[in-house]
Structure formats: C-alpha cells, structure tokens
C-alpha cells in the first residue's frame, strides 16, 4: 500500500542490495573470466574484464593432467565411503533419538554427539597426526575416512532426527494396525517419507569431505592426494598458472552447487544444523 | 507408553542399539585425542627428538606470555568483531531487504542460489581466488581501484594482511546468516504484519519491535554458529597468508597447527589446543542453550 | 469517528497459481455507514465479509471503485493513515508479546504515558476476562482468550471506526452474551462507528444499529431489525434471518371476484393478498409466485372466524427454548408454527389457523425478489 513516503529507504535498499550482488557475483564471475584465457591474457597488466580470446584450454589441460585426475578420484573415493558410513550409522541413531529419546539416551546425548562436530578440529588433529604416524598410516586413504566420518556423523545422526522428527509416528503406527512388522512399516511407510532429508543428509556430508582442506594438508598428501591439495601445483616455474586453476576450482565448485540447487529446502536446514525449517 | 501386545517400544534395548555404533565411534574417536593431549599439555615432546618429559604448567605459562599466542588472540578479537560482526549485520540486512524489496519467487530463488554459491566453494579455493583477486600488482581489485583513480592498497602487507582473511571470509560466510534469517522471515506469520500496520505501528517500529524480536532466537543461532566456526579458520590462512607477514594474520588455530603439524613442538601445540577448546566449549553451551529455545518454539508453532 | 462510504466496490482476487480462477470475492457493494453507527455485515461463510473488512482496514487493495472516510478517498491510504482498529478474525496476536504488551502495543506506538496505558488495559482486561492471563504469552491461551485478546487490543484505541471480524466466534453461549453487553456499552460510551463482521444473526440484529446482509459476494439488503425482519428485499434474506426459518413454497394466483388468493401447491390452503399485494400481481401478472410466512406470523384461532383462516392437521410437537414448534400439514404441504408452550395441543388433532395478510411475503420465482421492491 501507500509506500511512497518511504520511496528514500527503498532506493537507499535497493542500492544496498546491489552493491551486495556485485559483492557476491564479481568474484565468480572473474573465476570464469579467467578460467577461459590463455595465460598470456591472464597475466596482462591491467587485465581484460573479458576474454580476449575465448579459450577451453584451460579446461583441456587441467582434464589431461594426471595428477589433478587422480586427486578428483582419490577425492571420490573418500568423501563416498565417508558419506555412506555417515549417513547409515547416523541413520539409525537419528531413528531411535527421533523415536524413542527416552530409551536412546535422551537429549543430553544427542547434544554431546552434535558438540563433536563444533569443536574445532585443530584438537584432534595433532593427535590423531601422532597416532596415524606411529601406525604407520599416514598418507592413506584410511586415514582420512576415520576423520571425516568421525567429523560427519555428528552432522548426521542430528539431521537425521530432526528428519526422522518431523514423520509423525501415527504413520508408522497406523501400517502395524494395518498388519506390518515393525521393520516392514519402517521400510513400507518412513524411509519414502525421510528420502529426500536423508539425500540431503548424503550431500552435506559428502561436500563436507570433498571440500575439507587441513586434514588432507596435514595426513596426507603424497601418495594420496585430494584435490584442493592439487589446486597449488599449477605452476610453471614460479608462477601460478591462474587460467588452470580457476578452471580447475570452476569444475571442482559445480557439483556441490548443482545439487544446492536441486535440494535447497533440505539443503538449508542442514547448513544450520536443523535450526532452520526448509 | 500405554500401547499393549507386540510392540518394539517393549524391547527397550533396540533404540539403545541403534544408538550404539555411532557412540562407539564418536566415543573411542575422542577419548583418545582428550586424554592425549591433556597427557602432552603437561610435557615437553617432539617425536623428532625424543621422548615426553612431564614439564607441570610450563607450557601453559608460555602461551599465555608469549607475544605471537596474545596477537593471535587480537586477531581473533578483530576478526570476531569486524568479520562475524559485519557478516551478521549484512547477512540480516540483506535477508530483509530480498525479503521486502524483491516480490518475485523466481528472482529471490536465484539470487539465493547466487548467495549460497560462496558457501559451496571449498574455503581452500575461496582463498585461492582472493589471493588471485587482491594480488598487489596484478589483481583485479588494485586494477578498479586504480581506474577510479585511488590509492591502490598492499592487501597482502603487514597493515592489510588480516583486512584481506576477513573480506575474504565475508565473501564466503555473510550467506549463512542470511540464508537463516530470511528462511525465518519467510515462516514468520503475514497476519501478525497486518495486524502491526492497522495497529499504527511504523515501519521502523515494525523491524524493531516485532521482525527483529521474533528472529532473536535464529539470530542468536546464526550468530554462535558463525563463532564457532572462527575457531576452525585455518584454511584460508594457510592458502592466502601463511598467517604472514611476519605473524600479522595469525590466529590461534592457525599457530598451533604451525607449533604442533610444522615445528613438531607437540607440548605446546596441545596446550594451546586446549586453551582454543575451552574458549569454543563456552560458545557451544550457547549454542546449545539457543537450540532448545528454537526447537520449542518450533514445536509450539 | 467516522461516516464510510463505499461506492460500487469490487474485489477480485488474482488466481494464486497458473491456471486458478479469479475469486470475485466482492460485487458492486454500495454501502454508507453513518458516524457513529454500529452496522453489521453478515452472511454465510465465504460470501465476502472478511475481504470487505479488509479493504476498509486498507489491507487489501480494492479492485474497483472507492471507499471514503468522511469525505476523503481512501483507497490509496495505508491502515495507519486511514487510523482504523481492527480484531481479526485469525486474532493474528504478536507470539513474543504478553497478553498485556499486545494490548498495550498500539498504545505505545501512539506514544501514550505508561500510565494511561496501564489504566486502558486493565479496564479492558477486567471488561474481557484477561486479567488473570495479562503476563500469559498468546501460544498459551485457549482459542477464545486469544480472541478476546485481539478484541481487547483493537478496543483500546480510539480510530476512526472498530472493524471487528467475527471476534466473539470462539465463546460459549454466557460469555458471548456478556461480551456483547461490553461491546455494547462501548458503543453506547464513545458513539463509534462499528463495522462487526459475523454470521450469526442473532449477534448482528442484537447488536447493530443496521444489518447488512451479504450473500455470494452481493449486497442483498441493508436495514434495521425491522425491516429485515418484516420486509426482507428478496427469497435470500427471507430465509436466512429469522428463528425457525421463514415458511416458503409455491403458491398459484387464484382469483375470486375482485379478491386474489395464493393457493399453496399440494394443499387446498388458499392465502388472501391485501391491496398493496394485489395491486402487484395484477402489474407482474404471472401464475406462480413463492410465498413466504413467518412461523410467528401462523397463529392458531379457537373460534372459527371463517375468512383468512385455513385448517391443517398437527403432525408433532417440539419444545424449543421457551416457545413450542409445531409442524402442522394440509395435503402434502408442511408448515411451522410456533406457539406459546402452554398452548395444549396433540398430534392428529385438525386446527384452524389464521395469518395477518400484511405479514405474507410473495417473491417472483425468476428473480427471487420481494413484489414489493418490484
Ligand atoms: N487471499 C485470497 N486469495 C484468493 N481468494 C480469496 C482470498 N481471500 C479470500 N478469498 C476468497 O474470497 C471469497 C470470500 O472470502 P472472505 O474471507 O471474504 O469470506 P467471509 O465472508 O469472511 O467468510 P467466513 O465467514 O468463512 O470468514 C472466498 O471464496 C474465498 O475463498
Ligand atoms: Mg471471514
């Protein structure tokens, strides 16, 4: 209704926002400027806003180097593992601190288990950085899994109840009435229902591995190898080659963005540890 | 429970089950390290070297007198203050100015999905790209800076080193308090607007007496959530100023993974840890006090 | 206070989502409310009492013509400029608030002392029942304490006009009637224009100065008890305000000499039409009319009086309150009568009965209007 007497506010806003959006999107927005120039352009003072000749061999190059392509594999391999273990142990902790609090534990436990995951990682890495080194298990696949997951189940079996939380029991209830077994109506009735939570469950914890950076820095880096420890051997000689690496930062950037896109409403109440309801 | 014959609630161990595997894990992952460093904090030890001589509180008097442990702590007062602090008040304003300003489902969609773009980027690469963005001499940013004919800044130098960290992680992190306040704009109750508006109330009125009180809890939850993780800032340090120069971007994170990961000293490195784990055990017990508040209050509405 | 006006008012909503149909929800509504009037807006559910409310409230945009306060247009106004209270039929109670911040509220923003403030809401407090919950947060009330909450913080202003959407909707019966005597009194106390929105019409012709009875989204009459009550404008309104429901069927124009009678179809009652009836179904000259007779308007006579009584069977008996209802038949046609409790009367017996010709209502069959409108 009768907004024009706050038409100075709205205009201040509206800049506000703007200022904001460039903020944001300038920054991506010269990742992709640069990612498609040739290193020659990249290095050009003052550099162009806009490629002067639009290249993909940035891209090419980074696709055909062995070691950014065993870093991406090597980074598969342990965000899945970490993922299922996660998701699946969480799972069924989530299920019963959703269900029966009481029996499971009650609050204080599922309190403690998520106070695992805000503590600041720097405590347990120098121990573990001890442990791994005297058994001999740095640098292996190994020990990155047992972090991740111990980092990543937390996140899990918290989001998990609240998922598990919002399915009313009358449901579960109502398919024992109708004559399943217990396992059955969990199966035949909630699991369709918690999916979509669960999915998103899988892609947090899944970007969490994939994007973590000071556990792979300090547990391994030689024989393993995850990719952002890759991002830094762009070089030639001295000199970063920008154009790869933001070619290579564009690839590695896609799927965690393409799947916010698909799972936002789940995807929100993760970032924020369930607070926020999707 | 007043449901009688074949029931799973009678077999009161099977949640306990289910729970059992995540506490093994969660447990035995942590005792270990708690006990370790605990044991390590009151030793003198370098595995190079040699073996753990027990030291009393040495290590602790020497981080508590020692200068690069108390700048570090001013860093992480700065950045508190001016990186969270900023990311809050700018990750509120913005939500509330997409919320008011922008009608159309499919624009605040997008730019949402631009906002969360940050967030998604791992914090290695974000700050690989600020590296690349505030390079002195052949970045970008110096490069607008000196087309509108001002002064182009050193980002990386002594004044400028830790100004960069935090842009850099406003870049990044102003979208999580954003994305959590607008997600609780947006469920808060049309009626109770239209109410405010006949009762007389102005705009300003309305932001301070009913918006903002009915966001506390949310925002009291985004807030801790962003401290907490100012305790885990060790990636874009590591990537973007080695906590240089000359220790004038470090902060205590970042100094006992150097002591402890890089120099071996692990006495000192994990009494430090232990300082920084006390200090964030106080902010997750807000954490913790908050989450009950919303979650009953989630329950009730 | 204020006298509003609404001239020729449309609201239509916009479909919500691809391929939803547009909701007229408002059609062509004229309607003035005087200064200092108490009117009544009511009507089924759905029939556009709220959406009416809200575009005077200035919550609604009005899709077509104007509402004026006095003299002024206010379509373009915001609620504040329009300076209106409102109760709302969702309560819409601020959640963080207490019972006394909420009703306090729009106090402060005015910027009243603390003082006078506190004397507004105890008063209103004590008026409604609230003064044990004062401290309460709303989630914490029952249904009709929120409602009186939203009466009470609607009540404590003193705007230009009260609108009220249904606010004593989730009372019981006693308290309703307490509640009404306050509205009353305030009314009576500070002579505010009251627009009151509900769909129960003993509320509305208790209550209000005038009715204005609304259905599928149209004005069907404006009036006092009375005349809605004696003259209803169409078949609408003959049916829905009065307690037990008008009588209504068919009827054939007979005619004997120079008198005209309706004759009842399916039984031999034949119902004599006065001279202002007459006139009117000699000018419309059609066949069938509806014909409608109050309950109350049915008396049974002891004395046989011959002209304009009929006889009719008592099929049963029902107690009602304070009165009796009797369902009383001739051929295949029914009809209510109600009569005085100690009339002693069994079922099977055969009765005269009499009707006053004023007080027999005829509507066209085509536009369900009153002859008399016509
Ligand atoms: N925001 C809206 N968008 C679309 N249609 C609406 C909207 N609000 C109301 N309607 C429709 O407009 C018509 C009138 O609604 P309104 O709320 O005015 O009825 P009412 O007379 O107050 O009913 P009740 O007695 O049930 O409160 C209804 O058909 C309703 O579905
Ligand atoms: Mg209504």
Sequence with gaps: MSQKRFSLIRTLGIIFMITYIVFIAF??????????????????????????????????????????RKSIYDSLIISITTTLLSVLIGSLAGYAFARYPKYAG???????????????????????????????????????????????????????????????????????????????????????????????????????????????????????????LVIPTFASGSSILWNQVMAFTVIAMLPPIILFIILRRYMIRGLSLGVVKG | MSRKGEDILVKRYVPFLLVLPAFIVLFSVTIFPTIWSLYMSFHQYNPIIGKPVPVGWKNFNYILHWDRFQNSVVHLFYY???????????????????????????????????????????????????????????????????????????????????????IADIWEWTS????????????????????????????????RRITLPMLKELIAIALIIRFMDAYKFIDKVTVMTQGGPGGASELPSYLAYLVGAQQFNMGVASAMTWIIGLGSIIVIMLFVKFMKKVLKSQKIA | MAKVTLKNVYKIYTPRTKGGKEVEAVRDLNLVIEDGEFMALLGPSGCGKTSTLRMIAGLESITKGDIYFDDVRVNDLSSVERNVAMAFE??????????????????????????????????????????????????????????????????????????????????????????????????????????????????????????????????????????????????????????????????LVTQEDDDLFLKLLGSSITLHMNAERTEKIKRLDKKEY?????????????????????????????????????????????????????????????????????????????????????
């Excluded at chain 3, 006078?116 to 105890?122: F, G, L, Q, R, S």
């Excluded at chain 3, 078949?235 to 037990?244: M, N, Q, S, T, W």
């Design chain 3, 290 to 374: 509806i014909v409608g007779i109050r309950p109350q308007d049915i008396i049974p006579v002891e004395v046989p009086s011959g002209f304009m009584t009929f006889d009719a069977e008592v099929d049963f008996v029902e107690f009602i309150g304070e009165r009796s209802l009797l369902t009383i038949k001739n051929g295949d046609l029914t009809l209510k009568v109600l009569a005085s409790p100690d009339f002693d009367v069994k079922a099977g017996e055969v009765l005269k009965f009499s009707y006053p010709p004023e007080r027999v209502h005829v509507f066209d069959i085509e536009t369900e209007k009153s002859i008399l409108v016509l």
């Design chain 1, 106 to 228: 009650g609050e204080n436990l599922s309190f403690w288990m998520l106070s695992v995951r805000m503590f600041p990682p720097i405590v347990f890495i120098l121990p573990f950085f001890f442990i791994f080194n005297n058994l001999g298990l740095t640098d292996t696949y190994f020990s990155l899994i047992v972090m991740y997951f111990t980092f990543n189940l937390p996140l899990s079996v918290w989001l998990m109840m609240m998922f598990f939380g919002d399915i009313p029991r009358e449901l579960e209830e109502a398919a024992y009435v109708d004559g399943y077994k217990p396992f059955r109506a969990f199966f035949k009735v909630t699991l369709p229902l918690v999916l979509p939570g669960m999915v998103s469950v899988v892609m947090l914890c899944w970007i969490f591995a994939w994007n973590e950076f000071l556990f792979a820095n300090v547990l391994v880096g030689t024989r393993v190898k995850t990719f952002p």
């Design chain 3, 90 to 251: 969702t309560y819409s109670l601020y959640p963080h608030m207490t019972v006394y911040k909420n009703i306090s509220f729009p106090l402060e923003v005015r910027h009243k002392s603390k003082k006078e403030i506190h004397k507004i809401v105890e008063n209103l407090a004590k008026k409604f029942q609230l003064d044990d919950v004062l401290n309460e947060y709303p989630a914490r009330l029952s249904g009709g304490q929120q409602q009186r909450v939203s009466l009470a913080r609607a009540l404590a202003r003193e705007p230009s006009v009260f609108l009220l959407d249904e606010p004593l909707s989730h009372s019981d019966a006693q308290l309703r009637f307490q509640m009404r005597t306050e509205i009353k009194r305030l009314h009576y106390e500070i002579k505010s224009t009251m627009i009151y929105v509900t769909h129960d019409q003993l509320e509305a012709l208790s209550l209000a100065d005038r009715v204005a009875v609304m259905n599928f989204a149209e004005l069907q009459q404006v009036g006092t008890r009375d005349e809605l009550y004696n003259n209803p404008y169409n078949l609408f309104v003959a049916d829905f305000i009065g307690e037990p429901p008008m009588n209504l069927n068919k009827g």
């Design chain 1, 27 to 68: 920054p991506i927005y010269w990742q992709l400027n640069t990612s498609f120039k040739h290193i020659g352009e990249v290095r050009k003072i003052p550099p162009t806003f806009f490629p002067k000749h639009f290249t993909l061999s940035p891209y090419i190059n980074v696709m055909n180097n062995p070691m950014a």
């Design chain 2, 176 to 207: 999580l308090p954003l994305m959590i306040i607008y997600s609780g704009r947006v469920s808060l109750p049309q009626s109770v607007y239209e109410a405010a508006w006949v009762d007389g109330a102005s705009q300003w009125t309305i932001l």
């Design chain 2, 80 to 166: 508190l203050l001016f990186g969270v602090g900023i990311e809050m008040i700018l990750g509120i304003t913005v939500a509330l100015l997409l919320y008011e300003l922008i009608k159309s489902e499919k624009i605040r969609l997008l730019l949402l999905v631009l906002f969360i773009i940050p967030m998604m980027i791992p914090p290695s690469i974000v700050g690989t790209l600020w590296r690349f963005l505030l390079d002195p001499f052949s970045g970008v940013v110096n490069t607008i800076l000196s087309m509108l004919h001002l002064p182009v800044v050193d980002w990386f130098g002594s004044k400028m080193a830790l100004a960069s960290l935090i």
